[in-house]
Structures are given as C-alpha cells and as structure tokens.
C-alpha cells in the first residue's frame, strides 16, 4: 500500500476511567505522529459520558501524561460530557429519518433472547422486536436503536490491518442512547468524529468490531466515513496481557521509576512500529519516518531491558534540557537540593555513564548533596584499615593546598600522594571512597571527590581518621 502524505487530521479519545497506561500512550504518540509528519492536526478527546467511571484526576492524568510525554495537540480537550445536547440532536434526525427506533424491551426479555441464543449455539443478537413497534407499551423509558442494514455487507481498508471484510446481517441493531438520554460510545464516537472532521481515526484494535458498525452509522448520518488504522495492542515480556503484574503501567509511573521522555517516546514508537533494525530514533527522524502503515499487525511485547537501554542511552546523549527537568524533578522527590552540592549538570556528566535510571542516578548521588550519619559498617570494616591512615592523611594535605578543584588536578593530586608513598592507586583510592560516600560505590575517584567538592572532602576524610583511630583504641 503505498502512504498517502495527505495532511492526517486525527484524534486520542481516552476514556478518563484511570491513568494514562502504556497501550494509550503509545496510541496517542501514532496519532501525534501520523498529524505531525504530514502536517496535519491531533486532536485530543476526553470520552466521559460514562459519568460513574469518569473521574477528574483521571482526565487530569491523562492530560499530565501527555504533556510529560511531549504530545502536545491542536486542538481540545474536547469533552464529550459537553455535548450531550448534540447527540440528542443527532439521535433525533435518525429517529426522524426512520434510521433509528425507540425500544421498549425489558430486560428479561432481552436476557431471554440471548440465552436461546446461547442454547441454540449462535451468536446473541437483538431481534429487531420493537423496529416497527405500533402500540409501544405505557410508562417505560425507551432505549433508542440504531436500525442497522439488513442487506449487504461493510467492507473497509484499515491501513494497518488492510481489508475488512463483515455482512450485515452479522451485526444488530445497536442500542445509541440509554434511556437516561446519555449515548454509547459506538454512538458519540461517529458523531464527534463527523463534526470534528477527523479524516484518519487511529485506536486499538480492541474497537476493531466497532469499526463496522460505526460506518453503518456515518452513512445513516449521511457523513463521509474517514479511514481507520488499528494497531496491535501489547503485551507482557511472559506473551500475556499487559498489566501490573509486568511492572508500571501508567506512563506517570514509569516517570517516578526513573525513565526520561524521549527515550519512552523512542522505545513506544519502536514497539509495533519500526524502520529497519534501528533502534535509536530522535523525534525529529520519528517525524519525518514516521508512517501508519508500517505500524506492525502482530502484538508487541513489552521489554524492559531494552527500555533501560535506550533510557541508557538518553541518559548520556539526550536532549541536555530536559535530562536537566528530570534530574530536578527526581531531587526534590527524595529532598535532595542542588544548591547543597555540585551543579546537576555536573552530576550529569559524570553519573550519566553509569546508571540506567534517574533513580539509581539520584539514589547514589546523595552523599555529593547531604552529609551521612555513618560509614556502611561491611565497608568501613573492610577498607578503613589502620594501613589507610597514612595515605588519608597525606591526601588530606595535599587536597588542602590544592589550588584548583578539577578532574585533573585531584586525579594528578592522587597519582602523586600514592608515588610519594609508594603504594598502588587502589591503597589509596578504595579507602578514601569509602570516606568520601560512606560506602564503596562511586564513579572514578577524581570525580567523587570533584562532586563532593572541598571543604566536604577535607571534613569526611578527617571523619574517616577519626574512625581509624577509635578502631585501634577500641
Ligand atoms: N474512548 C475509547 C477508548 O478509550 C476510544 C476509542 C476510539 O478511539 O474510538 O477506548
């Protein structure tokens, strides 16, 4: 098939029942794509008629995942809440166009139906009992139902999973409103679509039974139908259903576990999408690459290896600005404050190296921020010798007169106070770590004592000294 560059106008429609999971977001980033690469518009849609189940924090969620994410849209939130007085509208012409009916049959009725159904081994489906209902019965509120064509059959081409073949005579009359006057999402989704001139509509291929129904009802409505893509859904590292047994699945979570945008953003595009082999792809290549019909029709698995490794690798070389963002936002989580320690830039250029997420980065900054209370006891134990004494202290000496406080210079101040000595760099280096962090990881330790800076060098190593000494007394 080959791609049209028509400008794709385009829409996320959550439903605001909970967070922002992994599958939503990923939608939402194809639909993003699809409108950013051939400049056309994303529209975001809050779909909360279901007004038990919709909840404000979730809307705000959504909205806070999206934005973290970078999916910014052109339009909306539009909420379908509001627009209630539409559907009616809406409702009202098929009723008056004879494409719509008021359906009066109970519960047990319906309930019966589908068990004969069930019985006779077919598929339930309402029997159109009330289509050309003459006397409809007293005090019972409607439903109303879309009368759906007996004849023929709806054929689409989804730009995914290619040609979609259904009969009609596979589908029933759909329930479009309750009898409260709220409409069903089969219902809202057409009219919304319609109005907001949606060209290309991009979901789950969980609404892939929808999809034929919903045309049947832009045709009714006399709309031109826009084309589908459905994407595969994803899927646990084990082949199951993704959930929290696999780990975080709202995209905030995966912020709190220590995982920077561009690289969920990189990682969610390459699940069920992909060019090539590549693996590494800047927003700006996923723009121009980017095409709806190279989205795969397999499910995905979910990998959270290779998530870390791309995490790894925005970690070193990403965007410097929002690395900066996150490291921030993951300080003042744990209560870390970077004006009580070195430059977060700096912190970045040496521990970006080392680590796959923001939390193990912070997690094994804090003592370049805070002073620690006690020497891990195994470590202290094993390299807090009195052998090390003699080394601390020369150290110590020189690092007091040192005249400049970089890399090199404390690198160079190290290398010297070991030949004075003449002992191995490790003699020196394992204890003073152990000193300067309280336990015995660090990056190189030039850099260590760059990032803890002077005056804490100088005090820690006088605090290891101490603990030396009081060991040989003890
Ligand atoms: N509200 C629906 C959902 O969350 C939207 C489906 C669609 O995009 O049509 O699944």
């Known amino acids: 098939m080959t791609a049209s560059k028509n400008p794709i106008r385009t829409r996320f429609a959550p439903s605001p029942t909970g967070f922002l999971h992994i599958g939503g977001a990923r939608t939402a980033l194809f639909c993003w794509l699809a409108a950013r690469a051939t400049q056309g518009q994303f529209v975001l849609r809050i779909e909360d008629t279901d007004r038990e189940r919709s909840t404000a924090e979730s809307v705000q969620a959504i909205i806070d995942g999206m934005a973290w994410l970078g999916l910014d849209a052109d339009e909306g939130p539009y909420y379908q809440s509001a627009r209630m007085e539409r559907y009616r509208e809406r409702v009202d012409q098929l009723l008056a166009e004879g494409k719509a009916y008021r359906c009066y049959c109970s519960r047990e009725r319906l309930d019966r139906l589908r068990e004969e159904a069930m019985a006779a081994g077919e598929k339930p489906r309402y029997d159109g009992h009330c289509r050309d209902l003459q006397t409809p019965p007293e005090g019972v509120e409607p439903v109303i139902r879309f009368r759906n064509p007996d004849e023929g059959s709806v054929v689409f081409e989804d730009r995914v999973r290619g040609r979609i073949e259904i009969s009609n005579n596979e589908l029933d009359d759909l329930v479009i409103m309750r009898a409260d006057g709220t409409p069903t999402y089969n219902f809202a989704v057409v009219v919304d679509d319609i109005d907001m001139e949606i060209n290309l509509v991009i979901r789950g291929d969980d609404h892939i039974n929808n999809t034929p129904r919903q045309i049947n009802i832009y045709r ?17 590292g084990d082949g199951q259903r993704l959930s929290k047994r696999h780990g975080a699945v709202s995209v905030l979570a995966w912020r709190e576990q220590g995982y920077v945008p561009d690289a969920l953003v990189n990682y969610l595009a390459r699940l069920g999408w992909s060019y090539g082999d590549r693996e590494v792809f800047s927003r700006a290549e996923l723009i121009e690459l980017f095409q709806i019909e190279d989205v795969n029709r397999k499910a995905s698995r979910f990998d959270t290896e290779k998530l870390n490794w791309l995490n790894q690798h925005y970690l070193r070389e990403g965007d410097r600005d929002q690395l900066l963002t996150e490291l921030a936002w993951h300080m003042g989580r744990v209560g870390l404050d ?137």
């Open 220 to 236: 009714a409505l006399g709309a031109e139908v826009p084309e589908f893509a459905h994407v595969p859904m994803i899927l646990g």
């Open 338 to 474: 970077a004006v009580n320690g070195p430059a977060l830039d700096d912190l970045l250029s040496v521990q970006a190296d080392r680590l796959e997420t923001l939390v193990e980065l912070v997690d094994q900054s804090r003592p370049f921020y805070q002073d620690f209370e006690q020497f891990e006891a195994g470590a202290a134990k094993k390299h807090l010798r009195p052998v090390a004494a003699e080394p601390l202290a020369a150290l110590r000496e020189r690092l007091a007169g040192l005249d400049d406080w970089t890399p090199d210079a404390l690198q160079a101040a190290v290398q010297a106070t070991a030949d004075d000595l003449e002992i191995g760099f490790g003699k020196i280096g394992m204890p003073l770590r152990v000193a300067l962090m309280g336990h015995g990881q660090s990056p190189a330790i030039n850099q260590t004592l760059w990032l803890v800076g002077r005056d804490r060098s100088l005090a820690r190593i006088d605090q290891a000294l101490a603990w030396i000494e009081k060991r040989v007394e003890g």
